[in-house]
């Protein structure tokens, strides 16, 4: 099972949910396409958080934000 989840509400609604669960979040983001992105660091916190959000659970693709630099890159001097 991955331990990533894209859900249907806010990054402070799965905060919120996951602190009042003793659930620890290895990172988390907004999702271009609506929703947020959050992976957890074991799937027993992943399988939890999933039973909680059951309903709102995105299943098919998602716009995630580039968040990386184009590794092909150069700077101004060309270098």
Same mark, same amino acid.
């Given at each position: 099972?991955?331990? @990533?989840?894209?859900?249907?509400?806010?990054? @402070? #609604?799965?905060? @919120?949910?996951?602190?009042?669960? %003793?659930?620890?979040?290895?990172?988390?983001?907004?999702?271009?396409? %609506? %929703?947020?992105? *959050? *992976?957890?660091? !074991? /799937?027993? #916190?992943? $399988? /939890?958080?999933? $039973?909680?959000?059951? @309903?709102? &659970? &995105? =299943? %098919?693709? *998602? =716009?995630?934000?580039?968040?990386? &630099? !184009?590794?092909?890159?150069?700077? /101004?001097?060309?270098?």
């Amino acid at each position: 099972m991955s331990r @990533a989840l894209n859900i249907n509400t806010t990054e @402070a #609604d799965i905060t @919120a949910t996951c602190q009042s669960a %003793g659930i620890s979040i290895s990172t988390i983001e907004r999702l271009v396409s %609506g %929703g947020t992105r *959050v *992976v957890f660091n !074991n /799937a027993v #916190d992943t $399988k /939890a958080i999933a $039973k909680a959000y059951k @309903a709102k &659970l &995105l =299943t %098919g693709p *998602v =716009t995630r934000l580039q968040t990386r &630099l !184009n590794r092909g890159h150069r700077g /101004a001097s060309g270098s």
